[in-house]
Structures are given as structure tokens and as C-alpha cells.
């Protein structure tokens, strides 16, 4: 019913800056928050930031300062920049999105299949 594609992923030295996107799609009404969670190798999914439809957001504290969560209601896109990167943001990256689907009107927890970050030194 509803598609989260994830993008803007890859290689970088650690400093640098890499811009994420999700886009949502589908039978879509509206969405509440959208957020980025991330999952690095033996560790569990943590969050990362997330955002309300009206623009309000909230950042784990280890990105704080580096990381910008925003979103295009109009696209139903949320996007991630991420400055600063260092060697422990390394880590695959979901976007989330809770969603009231048409025609049903069934609200839904909604995740992408992920896009690998990887930091390097």
C-alpha cells in the first residue's frame, strides 16, 4: 500500500557530508511524523531524528549539531544532512513514516528497506 525509497547513501571520508532522502508513496492520506533510525553492524536500531508534519524535531543526542532532519510535505519526502561525519556514524540507515493510507484510513508504521552509510578515515 505504501513505499518508503531511501537514497543519497554511500562512501565518505570521515568530516564530510552526505544528504539523505525518503520518498513516500502510494495509497496515501497524510502522514504524521517521518524519522531516520539506523542500525550499525551488532548493534541494535537506534533513533537518529525525527520530525512532525508540522516541522518539529527531535535529534538523538550523539547527532545533535550535525545532523538536520526536514521534510517536503508536498513530496511526501523527508530528508537527512548529515555534516560532521565521524567513523561511528557508520551504520544503515531506515527511514520511518506513520501513515493513514486510503481508502481505509488504516494508520500505518511504514519503513524503508535502508541505505548503507558507511564513514571512513
Known amino acids: 500500500q505504501v513505499q518508503l525509497a531511501e537514497s543519497g547513501g554511500g562512501l565518505v571520508q570521515a568530516g564530510g557530508s552526505l544528504r539523505l532522502s525518503c520518498a513516500a508513496s502510494?495509497?496515501?492520506?497524510?502522514?504524521?511524523?517521518m524519522g531516520w533510525y539506523r542500525q550499525a553492524p551488532g548493534k541494535q536500531r537506534e533513533l537518529v531524528a525525527t520530525?512532525?508534519?508540522?516541522?518539529?524535531?527531535n535529534y538523538a543526542d550523539s547527532v545533535k549539531g550535525r545532523f538536520t532532519i526536514s521534510r517536503d510535505n508536498a513530496k511526501n519526502t523527508v530528508y537527512l544532512q548529515m555534516n560532521s561525519l565521524k567513523l561511528e556514524d557508520t551504520a544503515v540507515y531506515y527511514c520511518?513514516?506513520?501513515?493513514?493510507?486510503?481508502?481505509?484510513?488504516?494508520?500505518?508504521?511504514?519503513w524503508g528497506q535502508g541505505t548503507l552509510v558507511t564513514v571512513s578515515s
Open positions: 520511518n513514516a506513520e501513515v493513514w493510507v486510503t481508502p481505509t484510513f488504516e494508520h500505518l508504521e511504514v
Open positions: 520530525i512532525t508534519s508540522g516541522g518539529g524535531t
Open positions: 502510494g495509497n496515501i492520506f497524510s502522514i504524521n511524523d
